[in-house]
């Protein structure tokens, strides 16, 4: 169960992310349709990275493989963009069984 956790991102951390946020919503406006959810998943990166220094050993393992996961898979958008999609699909997917273990729902089919 998630609790409210002072910490997981600093003061600095939360303004850099917000402005990755904001100049990314800004220049979707105009980029190529590729480009912003590969933003949205780069910030995703950031916050799994920032958490995983700092939540409860627990769930600590959950986010450092989301960040890694994400280092190492993001760069498909430029050289296979059917494989960058299936990997944005698949991090849904382990997000929402993440989400769904946390509130003790029963799994449903993997891939949904």
């Not at 939360?14 to 946020?21: D, G, Q, S």
């Not at 409860?56 to 989301?66: L, M, N, Q, S, V």
């Not at 698949?90 to 997000?95: G, R």
Request: hydrophobic share 45%; aromatic share 8%.
């Amino acid at each position: 169960m998630m609790v409210n956790e002072p910490g997981i991102l600093t003061e600095a951390e939360a303004f850099e992310l917000l402005a990755h946020l904001v100049s990314s919503a800004d220049v979707s406006l105009f980029e190529p349709r590729k480009y912003p959810p590969y933003r949205l998943v780069d910030a995703a990166r950031q916050l799994a990275a920032s958490a995983a220094e700092r939540v409860e050993p627990a769930c600590r393992e959950f986010w450092a493989a989301i960040a890694v996961k994400i280092e190492a898979e993001k760069d498909l958008m430029m050289f296979d963009p059917p494989g960058f999609e299936r990997f944005v699909h698949s991090l849904t997917v382990e997000v929402v069984d993440e989400m769904a273990r946390r509130l003790d729902v029963p799994a449903q089919e993997p891939g949904r």
